[in-house]
């Protein structure tokens, strides 16, 4: 179980410090869906100015320990912002390979690669056989997945990919060549929010709660909170052709059957939820179910 949080600013926002503060504060309310470590990556320039840089800074512990206010300006001036704290569950802890966001090299020396986060638990070894990713640097399926959806272009081609996960999932990811644009996903069970706020910002969090309780101790008010349903791909970002500067929006987005195991029905995928948000969640299931003994893939009941 991972938190995963993050943001697509606007770049016509009177204030970028206010999605600065509900980022923040994401990353302090993700601590409860995980401590073993945390990280953020700073990304981009805005449109048309040619600035690709990507930061990462992460490290053990909580997000409280890992973040520094030294890094606001930087996260002010950046158009995407992605966060993670983690609870291990595959690869050691004290490995830094295992902690994200992760930056995972690109299919040839032309690509960038990405960098991204996942939340959930998958049978690394399948996809790793289906697909044939490089070598992995470190012990976590995070890294498998990144590694298969590198280079994937397409609506069709990302899906592929997502169909293919055994196991619960949610991810987030930016391919670095494009760096205003973010990928957010959620397949089997791991749940994943999106919210909309006044000036048009796009935030994703692991937890609707939380953007209940931003909007409490910020100055930021939501237009929209949805919780995405299973088997939801969406590319979201703000700019459509070189040069132009538009608001974030969706610019595409698929469905999928996505697919889990029985061992991954577990009360702790919805950790920190209220007792309503839970209930209108697991109300909303629709992965294919598969067990060992009978590897016909069935839909959940």
């Not at 606007?10 to 504060?25: K, L, M, Q, W």
């Not at 939820?273 to 697991?282: I, L, Q, V």
């Amino acid at each position: 179980m991972c938190g995963l949080f993050g943001v697509v600013r606007s770049p016509f926002a009177d204030d970028p410090g206010r999605a600065s503060d509900v980022f923040v504060t994401l990353g302090s309310l993700a601590e409860e869906r995980g401590t073993d470590s945390a990280g953020v990556a700073l990304l981009g320039g805005w449109p048309g100015l040619g600035h690709a840089g990507c930061r990462v800074v992460k490290g053990r512990g909580r997000f409280s320990a890992v973040w520094r206010t030294e890094l606001l300006a930087e996260l002010d001036r950046a158009p995407v912002a992605m966060g993670h704290t983690r609870w291990a569950t595959q690869g050691s802890p004290a490995d830094a390979a295992n902690a994200a966001p992760m930056l995972v090299a690109g299919p040839g020396p032309k690509s960038a690669g990405i960098v991204g986060t996942h939340n959930g638990d998958v049978d690394a070894g399948a996809l790793r056989a289906r697909f044939g990713p490089p070598a992995p640097s470190g012990g976590t399926d995070s890294e498998a997945i990144l590694q298969v959806l590198a280079g994937r272009d397409g609506s069709s081609g990302v899906t592929e990919v997502l169909e293919a996960l055994v196991g619960r999932a949610a991810l987030a990811w930016v391919d670095r060549d494009r760096p205003t644009q973010v990928h957010l996903a959620r397949a089997a069970l791991s749940p994943l929010a999106v919210a909309v706020d006044s000036e048009q910002n796009i935030y994703w969090a692991s937890n609707p709660r939380w953007f209940r309780v931003v909007q409490r101790y910020t100055r930021v008010r939501f237009a929209t909170i949805v919780m995405l349903r299973e088997g939801t791909y969406m590319r979201v970002g703000t700019e459509r052709a070189p040069g132009r500067r538009d608001r974030p929006q969706v610019l595409a987005a698929a469905s999928f059957v996505p697919t889990a195991r029985p061992a991954d029905h577990d009360d702790r995928v919805w950790t920190g939820f209220t007792e309503a948000d839970r209930a209108r969640d697991r109300a909303t299931l629709r992965h294919r179910l598969v067990t060992p003994d009978s590897p016909a893939l069935t839909p959940v009941a």
